[in-house]
């Protein structure tokens, strides 16, 4: 039996394009939570959405590391 791979490694706080937009046009989303699912929220709307492992990997365009964004900055 073929071991499952990867494509990609998502982490929290990276930002994930799609190939299809949401319905508000946004094409971006930022990882909130990582696992077997992989909990994302729209750019644009805010929209928070779980997103079963493979599908993501199916549907990612790309992906961009935004470690140091301060919008996510827990004071």
């Known amino acids: 039996m073929p071991a499952k791979f990867f494509l990609y490694k998502y982490e929290e706080?990276?930002?994930?394009?799609f190939r299809k937009p949401h319905p508000c046009g946004s094409f971006e989303w930022s990882v909130?939570?990582?696992g077997g699912e992989v909990?994302?929220?729209c750019v644009k709307?805010?929209?928070?959405?779980?997103?079963?492992?493979d599908t993501i990997e199916k549907s990612t365009k790309s992906v961009s590391r935004h470690k140091?964004?301060?919008?996510?900055?827990?004071?």
């Open 45 to 53: 709307c805010g929209r928070i959405v779980v997103f079963k492992r």
């Open 32 to 34: 909130m939570t990582v």
């Open 39 to 41: 909990k994302c929220k």
């Open 68 to 75: 140091d964004d301060p919008s996510d900055k827990k004071e």
């Open 13 to 17: 706080g990276d930002v994930v394009t």
